[in-house]
């Protein structure tokens, strides 16, 4: 059946994440991948005379978090650099890909993320009355990114 509009945009449930340089595949499979965005800092100037509005300038790039997700592993090479970082105060940053896949599992868009460096861990509430995976969430702080 041909599709009546030409284009059917993309699913966002179907990506991966990697961590450039801890090549372990069950790193790359995640539940929810959200921050990727940028804005920019402004700063105001005001012209003698017009009362009307102020003159707002870009100034710096700000880019938010990122925030992963993803059922808890308890082998990881991922995990074993956040832990290094935040029980042993070695910061290492990494780069790390976000590639949306299409249906053949090729890369439509990926967004390089540089000089990452994990900035909070937590995990779920556990509580025998649920029954529910264990889900961690890392939160990372970064320099900017490129998309590809």
Do not use: C
Not at 19 to 45: A, C, I, K, M, P
Not at 83 to 106: C, F, M, T
């Amino acid at each position: 059946m041909a599709n009546a509009g030409g284009y059917y945009p993309p699913v966002g449930f179907h990506f991966k994440v990697e961590f450039v340089g801890l090549g372990n595949d069950n790193d790359t499979r995640f539940q929810s991948v959200s921050g990727l965005g940028v804005e920019f800092d402004t700063e105001s100037f005001k012209e003698g005379g017009e009362n009307r509005y102020e003159h707002k300038l870009p100034t710096r790039s700000k880019y938010p978090d990122l925030s992963l997700k993803r059922g808890m592993l308890v082998d990881s090479k991922v995990w074993e650099w956040i832990r290094d970082a935040l029980q042993g105060r070695d910061i290492k940053p990494l780069d790390v890909n976000v590639s949306l896949l299409n249906e053949k599992h090729e890369p439509l868009r990926t967004w390089s993320v540089f000089r990452a460096w994990p900035r909070k861990w937590q995990v779920s509430d556990l509580n025998a009355q649920d029954n529910s995976i264990v889900v961690e969430t890392l939160e990372l702080s970064y320099a900017y990114y490129t998309i590809q």
